[in-house]
């Protein structure tokens, strides 16, 4: 049920973080592997390697929407198919709400929604057309059910995730392509740096989750392989939270 053998999985922004341990886990379950970036992604590939599935790296740079509407086609030009799908790049401005300035609210509004929407729609209409089943997997944030401070466009974007994860899987189910998000909660890559760094806020963070440590990018492999594989084929439209039980304070 969780065996994803003869499946080919496009994860962005695959070259680190959470979106590294999740194409390691989906290749662990079988999959073959289109990593889709604009930065190398040696260590990926190598540890991909290990388990004997095939991956390549899918130059794009997410930001740029010119490049959107090619990654599907050069992935199937590559692979042969294309049947899982993970919204994983994205990005962050910290500034208040008073000071942001339209590029901090632009670039990530660019890469955390624009980009998935679109690369959702190629990936679909290939689906549809081909009368294939497909998996969708968009990375959504405790900011998809919360404020937080500091970070407007970034809020914004998470939450726009979660309502077109929603809105995708009520168009899409029909066809047979599952739609659904994970919320990672606190997770220690780069992107929270800068939140571990700062004391105060790294042991208000820990007081708060139940499980009593940060998130390790590869505790999110369970939750990747199960949306990825058949054993999720009557979920939709959910935002799945990993958060150590964050949420349930
Ligand atoms: P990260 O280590 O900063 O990774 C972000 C990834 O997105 C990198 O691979 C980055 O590539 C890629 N990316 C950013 N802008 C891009 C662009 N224009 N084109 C192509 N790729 C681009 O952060 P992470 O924590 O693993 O974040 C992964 C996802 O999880 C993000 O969507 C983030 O919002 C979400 N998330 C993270 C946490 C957490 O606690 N860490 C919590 C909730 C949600 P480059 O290396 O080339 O910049």
């Known amino acids: 049920m969780f065996d994803l053998s003869g499946k080919t999985a496009l994860v962005t922004g695959a070259n680190t973080g959470l979106g590294q341990a999740m194409a390691i886990a989906l290749a662990q379950a079988g999959a073959d592997i289109a990593l889709i970036g604009r930065t190398p992604a040696t260590e990926t590939l190598n540890d991909i390697a290990k388990t004997g599935v095939r991956s390549e790296l899918i130059f794009a ?31 962050i401005k910290r500034n208040a709400a008073l000071e942001l300035t339209p590029d901090q609210w632009d670039s990530v509004m660019d890469v955390n929604l624009r980009a998935v929407f679109f690369l959702c729609q190629v990936f679909a ?76 806020r790294n042991a208000e963070i820990l007081g708060r989750i139940p499980s009593g440590r940060w998130g390790q990018p590869s505790d999110l492999a369970g939750a990747i392989v199960f949306l990825a594989s058949n054993a999720s084929d009557y979920v939709q439209g959910i935002t799945l939270p990993v958060d150590g039980g964050w949420l349930s304070r």
């Open 61 to 91: 740079d997410l930001g740029d929407a010119s490049t959107i509407s090619k990654i599907v086609p050069e992935v199937i030009e590559k692979f042969g198919r294309a049947d899982i799908l993970v919204n994983n790049a994205g990005t």
């Open 125 to 200: 209409k290939q689906a549809v057309d081909l009368e294939q089943p497909g998996k969708i997997i968009n990375i959504a944030s405790m900011l998809s059910f919360q404020g937080g401070v500091r970070v407007p466009s970034y809020t914004a974007s998470k939450s726009g995730v979660s309502g077109l994860t929603r809105a995708l899987a009520n168009e899409w189910a029909q066809y047979g392509i599952n739609v659904n998000a994970i919320a990672p909660g606190y997770f220690d890559t780069n992107n929270t740096a800068a939140l571990k760094a700062d004391k105060k």
